[in-house]
Structures are given as C-alpha cells and as structure tokens.
C-alpha cells in the first residue's frame, strides 16, 4: 500500500466549503427562477442567501488562486506540453471505453502531479475560467441598476441574467461529472476518502486507481 499526502488542510477546506456553497447557490438560484413555492425557499430569503453565498464564493475562489500561486498546489495545474496529445488521448479513450473494460489506467498519481491532463483542462477551464465568468456576471446581476440600459442591443439585464444562468447550469454538469469520477478510484469512496483525510492511498504501481482532485 502506497500513500501520498497531496490534499493539505486549506485545499480541503476550500474544496468543502466551495461544495457547500455551490449547492446552496442553486438551492436559492432555483429558489428565484422559479419563484419560490413547495420545496423551494421563499423569493425574498432566496434572494438574500444567494447573494451572501455569491461572496463568500468570490472571496473562496480568490483565496483559491492565491494559494495556488503561493503554494506548491499550484504545480498540479501547470500543464505539460510534451506529448499533451497522446496523455489526452489516450484519457478520453480511458473514460470513453476502457474504465468499461477494466482497462489499465493509463495515469498514475505521483506527488509531483496529481490530475490527469482531462483534468487539468477540466480545472482550468472550471476555475479559471467558467468561475470568474459566473462571479463577474453574478457582481453585474446583483448592481444591476448601475448598468447601462443595453448592451450589445440587447437589454443589459436580460442579457447578464441569461450569461449566468447558462454559465450555472455549465459548473452544475460539471458538477454532476465530478461527482462520477469520484467514484472510479479503486473503490468508489477511495477518491472521497483522500479529499476528507488529505491521503491517496493505493495498492500498487499498477493500480488503475483514478485521482479526483480539485
């Protein structure tokens, strides 16, 4: 049994509170499309929970870059260029056939690297990309009156409010994928464990153990 320590205590914590604040965010977001009503939250409360998770999310995601650049976590997000293709390939070819085949994994957790580059992409994408868009477009929804009337010839609020329902519903997929992957280490709380104790543990070098880390 082999053990890497890679989840430190702030990117657990982050990782949690940044879960809780998500599913918050569309408990309420639902709330408000939908106009409170049954099992929903009621407009008004909706409205007020949503935007204090809204910052507390921008105040986590700007404690999340921080850290990534202070600290070595940053260096699982630094893509490696030689032979990117072929580790992608042969990835999106794991999950799409071989994971269904007991196919060999052909990435291994090392403590210089924790995330296969469909991950990586994945996380880059997700938090340095769709993440800043929905807390930009989030500030602009909730100072909404300090908008011009339109944009782009269209109504501005019309137009930030459809940005970032599109922009929830794009990490709330992301979201459902993750919580898949999560389960395809060696066992389907393998990978929850790590996040919750910091350790990955697995068997051996040939383990077709997969890393679900953020």
């Known amino acids: 049994m082999s053990a890497l320590y890679l989840y430190s205590r702030w990117v657990r914590a982050w990782h949690w509170l940044n879960a809780l604040l998500f599913i918050v965010l569309m408990y309420t977001g639902a709330s408000m499309h939908f106009a409170g009503g049954g099992w929903l939250m009621p407009f008004d409360r909706a409205v007020t929970v949503h935007n204090t998770a809204g910052i ?5 995601w700007i404690g999340f870059v ?16 030689s032979g990117f293709f072929t580790r992608l390939f042969a990835q999106a070819q794991y999950y799409g056939y071989g994971i269904f085949h007991n196919a ?5 957790v090392t403590a210089e690297m924790k995330l296969n580059t469909l991950q990586q992409l994945s996380y880059l994408g997700v938090m340095y990309g769709l ?6 477009s989030g500030w602009a929804f909730l100072f909404s009156v300090s908008l011009p009337e339109t944009l782009f010839g269209l109504p501005s609020v019309w137009l930030i409010a459809m940005a970032h329902l599109t922009l929830a519903y794009a990490l709330v997929l992301f979201l459902l994928v993750h919580m898949y992957i999560i ?5 389907v709380t393998t990978n929850l464990r790590a996040m919750l104790t ?4 697995e068997d051996a ?3 077709s153990s997969h890393q679900e880390a953020q």
């Open 198 to 201: 910091g350790w990955h543990r």
């Open 104 to 108: 060999p994994h052909p990435f291994h």
């Open 66 to 81: 921080i850290g990534n650049v202070t600290t070595d976590n940053g260096r699982h997000y630094r893509v490696q260029w």
């Open 56 to 60: 507390l999310l921008t105040v986590g």
């Open 205 to 207: 070098p040939h383990s």
């Open 131 to 136: 993440m800043p868009l929905l807390i930009m």
């Open 183 to 187: 389960t395809t280490g060696e066992t």
